[in-house]
Every structure is written in C-alpha cells, then in structure tokens.
C-alpha cells in the first residue's frame, strides 16, 4: 500500500504564497489520478486541483488562476503552487492519489492565511 505525505503547510499573510509537496512512498501505477483536497473547518472536503498521468490538469473554481498543481517526472511527487492566498484558503490540505484500486489519503498539512 502506497503511502502519501504532504509537507509545506504554514502561516502566511494575506496575498502571500506556499508551496505544498505530496510524495509517495513508492511507485505510483501508471493509470492514476492525483489531486490536492482541502477541508476548513465546520466544512466538508472538497476538490481543490488534479493532475492525470498525461499531465491533464484541473481546478476548482475558487482557486483558478491562483494555484498550481505540478508533478515531478518520476510522478511520485506533486505540488501545489500558492499564489495570492486570501483569508478563505485556510484549511487542511490533504493529497489524495486515485488508481483503479481505490484511492488513498495523506494526512494532511494546515495552511493558514491570517494577517
């Protein structure tokens, strides 16, 4: 069982930036998806931004335009760039890789953007 674990959680201000890392505990199968979900408090997750094995990409509409989603070239590791944050975008952002198997959950990173 592959093992996810995001990093680059933080304080930041207002208009500020963060990179977060996802990285995989081992090789990640060919036919996947991997995405970035956050979840704030007193509401439920949702979808922030993916990426597929062609490099396809999409975003919520709450963060186009803004963020960021890039993997490395051995696609065991992803990012998700943060630019001009807002008080909004705080929450727990989780990776999540999605495979014919199943999907599979990191722990999660807190980001928080407060003055």
């Known amino acids: 069982q592959v093992q996810l674990v995001e990093s680059g959680g933080g304080l930041v201000q207002p208009g500020g930036s963060l990179r977060l890392s996802c990285v995989a505990s081992k090789n990640i199968p060919t036919i996947s998806v991997m995405s970035w979900h956050r979840q704030a408090p007193g509401k439920q997750r949702e979808s922030v931004a993916s990426?597929?094995?062609?490099?396809?990409?999409t975003y919520s509409d709450s963060v186009k335009g803004r963020f960021t989603i890039s993997r490395d070239a051995d696609r065991k590791t992803i990012y998700l760039q943060m630019n001009n944050l807002k008080p909004e975008d705080t929450a727990i952002y989780y990776c999540?890789?999605?495979?014919?198997?199943?999907?599979?959950w990191g722990q999660g990173t807190q980001v928080t953007v407060s003055s």
């Open positions: 999540k890789l999605n495979t014919n198997s199943g999907g599979t």
């Open positions: 990426i597929t094995d062609g490099s396809v990409t």
